[in-house]
Nanobody, 114 residues
Framework: QVQLVESGGGSVQPGGSLRLSCTAS????????VNWYRQFPGKEREWLAYITVSRDTHYHSSLKGRFTISRDDTKNAAYLQMNNLIPEDTAVYYC????????WGQGTQVTVSS
């Protein structure tokens, strides 16, 4: 079955960290550019970052260095390390893989609250 599955979301206090994972099955993720997005209630998905097959990375300027995207092709996975989280980061986070196919995961909820 071809799919992407996000994990690692949850609740965290402001200033905390989370590491989201995006694990692929049915495809070889090494052939795909991986993006992370997030979606606030009632809003369109917002692009956050991408990592290419050669591990070049690019980030939305608003993240100000708090998030880091990475990949481990031996595990068929990509990651989003999120540090210094703020309440405004509360959203559903999605990974997306672009390559021979275009795939989306189901999303994982991140809640930042004291």
């Amino acid at each position: 079955q071809v799919q992407l599955v996000e994990s690692g979301g949850g609740s965290v206090q402001p200033g905390g960290s989370l590491r989201l994972s995006c694990t692929a099955s049915g495809i070889n993720l090494r052939h795909y550019v991986v993006n992370w997005y997030r979606q606030f209630p009632g809003k369109e998905r917002e692009w956050l970052a991408y990592i290419t097959v050669s591990r070049d990375t690019h980030y939305h300027s608003s993240l100000k260095g708090r998030f880091t995207i990475s990949r481990d092709d031996t595990k068929n996975a990509a990651y989003l390390q999120m540090n210094n989280l703020i309440p405004e980061d509360t959203a559903v986070y999605y990974c997306n893989a672009n390559g021979p196919e275009r795939l989306w995961g189901q999303g994982t909820q991140v809640t930042v609250s004291s």
